[in-house]
């Protein structure tokens, strides 16, 4: 139970907060409206570095389906604990998720554009490619849990990661490969508010792209499965 409900409120704080900016930057009539690319990337990098924080002491911080089954795959995880921890991952994005909608509750209503609501909520691609989209997704993912397996402590067989190298790893990310995907990186964070934009009463919030979900949960899957297997070919070498 400790590992699940720090999984789902570090989840959950980092979707409040990443999906805040980008309502913030996004949305009509905010402070941070047209903020861009550079505010959004910061945004999202405190966001996680807040959520590992909180999450760090009861679960070590995977807040990402994507760690938790590379984990489990290469780093000696327990399999059992897999589906405790995805479950509160999804359930912390759906809860951060609502939680941004009912603070920029007036800033949906007023603004027109499906596609920026949808936007606050989960990624949209740049240009729509199937297969580069996954491919972006696949190699951003593995930048990110390539860098975390090098930061994890070698005293722990799963690693205990320090907030601040991983928050930097994410900006970075945002900054050089966040311009294709939006750099989901993490299926909870896009399946979770996915999920809220479907069911939430968002005025005039048009679809929830379904057709595109399935690139943000098997991209960074499998980019964190191939990360952790040459990360493992490294260190046995």
């Not at 590379?70 to 509160?88: D, E, R, T």
């Not at 402590?153 to 939006?182: E, H, M």
């Amino acid at each position: 139970m400790t590992a699940f409900l720090s999984e789902l409120f570090g989840t959950m704080i980092l979707v409040l907060l990443g999906d805040g900016v980008v309502a913030n930057a996004v949305l009509s009539k905010t402070k941070g409206n047209n903020s861009g690319l550079i505010v959004i990337a910061s945004g999202w990098a405190i966001a996680v570095f807040i959520g590992v924080v909180v999450s760090a002491k009861g679960s070590m911080s995977h807040l990402n389906p994507a760690i938790t089954i590379a984990m489990a795959a290469f780093n000696g995880f327990p399999w059992s604990q897999v589906p405790v921890y995805i479950a509160g991952q999804i359930l912390g994005a759906m809860l951060g998720a609502g939680l941004v909608w009912l603070s920029y509750k007036k800033h949906f209503d007023d603004t027109p554009e499906h596609d920026l609501k949808l936007a606050v909520f989960c990624t949209i691609p740049a240009i729509r490619n199937s297969f580069y989209n996954f491919l972006s997704e696949m190699i951003a993912t593995f930048v990110l849990v390539f860098g975390i397996l090098y930061f994890a402590k070698p005293s722990s067989p799963i690693g205990s990661i320090d907030a601040i190298p991983v928050a930097l790893l994410v900006l970075g990310i945002g900054l050089s490969l966040g311009g294709t995907t939006g750099y989901a990186i993490n299926p909870a964070r896009d399946l979770g508010p996915r999920i809220m934009h479907c069911i939430l009463p968002l005025k005039n919030k048009g679809t929830s792209d379904w057709a595109y979900s399935w690139i943000p949960v098997l991209g960074p899957v499998t980019g964190a499965l191939l990360a952790a297997f040459v990360f493992t070919l490294l260190a046995v070498h």
